[in-house]
T-cell receptor, first 114, second 111 residues
Framework: DAGVIQSPRHEVTEMGQEVTLRCKPI?????LFWYRQTMMRGLELLIY????????DSGMPEDRFSAKMPNASFSTLKIQPSEPRDSAVYFC????????????FGEGSWLTVV | QKEVEQNSGPLSVPEGAIASLNCTYS??????FFWYRQYSGKSPELIMS????GDKEDGRFTAQLNKASQYVSLLIRDSQPSDSATYLC???????????FGTGTRLQVFP
């Protein structure tokens, strides 16, 4: 299997621009997670989906962030408008099920907002 | 109090020594615990899971869990330079099944 695939790997954008991060989970995995990692706050769960349905978005920092999963093989995380404090590594991850199961991470999208 | 606390390090150990990584958590009813390893510039990968009090061994790695003390640790025997990475402790929230990651301990193994 190809693993979790994320794009873009790196993005530099100007403040105020829209950013869209994309993710393809491992085929057959029912759960998809979006995490954000910074030096100060570590790895934070933003939102997760089960069978394409958002289950918990309590980690989404504010209304500028939105996530969708239109089908089992694709998800997006959008930031509009972007701000410098959004600079971080955004990881997408997937697992077969929730609860005690291995989560597989993608390679991450490194976002810099200037 | 943070939900998961880890010493950020770096923890420096010589090659061949035992590295001991510690983690405390606040959720008293967490039942499942995970250790992830993250190399610099890479994504986290699972190396150990533990569910019961006591020790669990896997090769050079031993996870230790003490639920009464809300403490979990990871021992790495015969440390190698290739073990140099950040180790993330992740208890699973009992109520939500979500993994709550600590900020990690950076381990440096020097030759």
């Amino acid at each position: 299997d190809a693993g979790v695939i994320q794009s873009p790997r790196h993005e530099v954008t100007e403040m105020g621009q829209e950013v869209t991060l994309r993710c393809k989970p491992i085929s057959g995995h029912d759960y998809l997670f979006w995490y954000r990692q910074t030096m100060m706050r570590g790895l934070e769960l933003l939102i997760y989906f089960n069978n394409n349905v958002p289950i918990d978005d309590s980690g989404m920092p504010e209304d500028r962030f939105s996530a969708k999963m239109p089908n089992a093989s694709f998800s997006t995380l959008k930031i509009q408008p972007s701000e410098p404090r959004d600079s971080a590594v955004y990881f997408c991850a997937s697992s077969l099920r929730q609860g005690g199961n291995t989560i597989y991470f993608g390679e991450g999208s490194w976002l810099t907002v200037v | 109090q943070k939900e998961v606390e880890q010493n950020s390090g770096p923890l420096s150990v010589p090659e061949g020594a035992i590295a001991s990584l510690n983690c405390t958590y606040s959720d008293r009813v967490s039942q499942s615990f995970f250790w992830y390893r993250q190399y610099s510039g890479k994504s986290p990968e699972l190396i150990m899971s533990i569910y019961s009090n006591g020790d669990k061994e896997d090769g050079r790695f031993t996870a230790q869990l003490n639920k009464a003390s809300q403490y979990v640790s990871l021992l790495i025997r015969d440390s190698q330079p290739s073990d140099s990475a950040t180790y993330l402790c992740a208890p699973e929230s009992y109520n939500t099944d979500k993994l709550i990651f600590g900020t990690g301990t950076r381990l440096q193994v020097f030759p």
